[in-house]
C-alpha cells in the first residue's frame, strides 16, 4: 500500500528533547525547595503529557502536596523560556522525512506536548517546512492513548485507518494507533519504559535512516 498519511510522535520520536525537560523540571523542583532529578530518571517520566510529567517528578520527590495545577504552570513557564537549546532531531530525521516528503506522502505531528511549543521547536529544528498538519496535546478535548485524537488526523486527511501509519517511540504510541487500527512503527532510540519487543508493531526500527526503505516496501 502507498501510505496516504504517516504521523509522527514527538517527544523521543523526532527529537531528543529530555535535557531541556528535565532542565524545567529541576527549575520547578527548585522553586518548591526540591533537589533536582538526573536526566536519565527524568527521561523515563516523559511520554503521557505535562499534568503526568509533573506529577511523577513530585511523586519522585516526596513533595506530592504540592498544588499540582501550580506546579505544572511553574514547568510550562521555565519550559517555555528555554525549549529547543539542548533538543536535537534525532540521527537520521531530516533526510527521512525529506525522502517520504519528496515521495508526496501527508506527514503530520500528533504529539501531547502542547501545540505552541510543538511547533516552535520543529521550526527552530528546521523539520516545520514537512508536516501539513500539527496535533498537540491541548489541541483537543482529547489526547493519546485516546484513538481518537488520530482519527481525527485521518479524517482532516481522507485517509483509512489501514492506509495510514503512526511512527512513536512508547507504550502509549503503540496504544494509540492499535485502539486506532492503525499499523504502528516503533523507533527504539526513545522513551519507552519496557522493553522493545514487548511492544506490538508492524516494525521496530533502530533509526530513521530504515524508515524510508520500509515504506518502499510497503509500496510493492
Not at 38 to 44: D, F, S, T
Not at 103 to 129: D, F, M, Q, W
Not at 170 to 179: G, K, L, N
Amino acid at each position: 500500500m502507498v501510505p496516504a498519511l504517516i504521523v509522527f510522535d514527538l517527544d523521543g520520536t523526532l527529537i531528543d528533547s529530555a535535557a531541556d525537560l528535565a532542565a524545567a523540571i529541576n527549575s520547578m523542583l527548585a522553586d518548591f525547595g526540591c533537589a533536582p532529578l538526573p536526566v536519565p530518571e527524568v527521561r523515563a517520566m516523559i511520554g503521557d503529557g505535562v499534568a503526568m510529567l509533573v506529577a511523577r517528578a513530585l511523586k519522585a520527590r516526596q513533595f506530592e502536596r504540592a498544588d499540582h495545577a501550580e506546579a505544572a504552570q511553574i514547568f510550562m513557564r521555565h519550559y517555555e523560556a528555554d525549549a529547543t537549546s539542548r533538543t536535537t532531531a534525532f540521527p537520521g530525521t531530516d533526510e527521512a522525512l525529506q525522502a517520504l516528503h519528496a515521495a508526496a506522502i501527508p506527514l503530520a505531528v500528533c504529539t501531547n506536548k502542547p501545540e505552541r511549543i510543538s511547533s516552535r521547536i520543529l521550526v527552530k529544528l528546521g523539520l516545520a517546512k514537512y508536516f501539513a498538519r500539527v496535533v498537540g496535546g491541548d489541541s483537543l478535548p482529547y489526547r493519546k492513548p485516546d484513538p481518537r485524537v488520530l482519527r481525527h488526523l485521518l479524517e482532516g486527511f481522507g485517509a483509512g485507518r489501514e492506509d495510514a501509519l503512526l511512527v512513536g517511540d512508547s507504550e502509549v504510541d503503540a496504544a494509540t494507533a492499535s485502539s486506532a487500527g492503525v499499523p504502528f512503527v516503533l523507533m527504539k532510540h526513545g522513551y519507552r519504559r519496557g522493553a522493545a519487543e514487548a511492544i506490538p508493531c508492524l516494525a521496530a526500527l533502530d533509526g530513521f535512516g530504515q524508515l524510508p526503505a520500509l515504506v518502499r516496501t510497503l509500496q510493492r
